[in-house]
């Protein structure tokens, strides 16, 4: 379901990219540290907590949108939802479905618990 490319980490047949390191028309971010949302993507697509940080350090006109743990939406026929990475507020693993297979990428994780509540 997903490749490296020169881009990033592409799901073919969701035609979008997680976490890439070079303009992709949509990107999937699971948080917002520079390493891991980067500027210049034509859509980006993240938890709703890392909406603001996005679009402070990238800029205020970018176009992004934000999911809410749990929620999920489909992409070209994957079905998509995040759910808490605990790395910081907001930080997600993404979980992709298709035709019956499941991928989750994580960016970055915490294994201790800090007393936040993820949701």
């Known amino acids: 379901m997903i490749q490296f490319?020169?881009?990033g980490i592409y799901c073919i047949p969701g035609k979008f990219y997680l976490d890439p390191w070079q303009p992709v028309d949509l990107a999937i971010i699971?948080?917002?540290h520079a390493?891991?949302?980067r500027p210049?993507?034509?859509k980006y697509l993240c938890h709703h907590f890392t909406v603001g940080i996005l679009k402070s350090r990238i800029g205020p006109d970018i176009q992004v949108e934000g999911l809410?743990?749990?929620e999920s939406i489909h992409i070209n026929?994957?079905?998509i939802?995040?759910?808490?990475?605990?790395h910081i507020i907001g930080s997600?693993?993404?979980r992709m479905e298709y035709r019956g297979k499941v991928t989750v990428f994580t960016g970055d994780y915490k294994l201790q618990d800090d007393g936040l509540d993820p949701i």
């Not at 939802?81 to 605990?86: D, E, Q, R």
């Open 81 to 86: 939802s995040l759910h808490p990475a605990g």
């Open 92 to 94: 997600a693993q993404i």
């Open 40 to 42: 210049g993507m034509k």
């Open 35 to 37: 390493d891991h949302a």
């Open 30 to 32: 699971t948080h917002g």
């Open 68 to 70: 809410a743990y749990n």
């Open 77 to 79: 026929g994957v079905k």
């Open 5 to 7: 490319t020169s881009k």
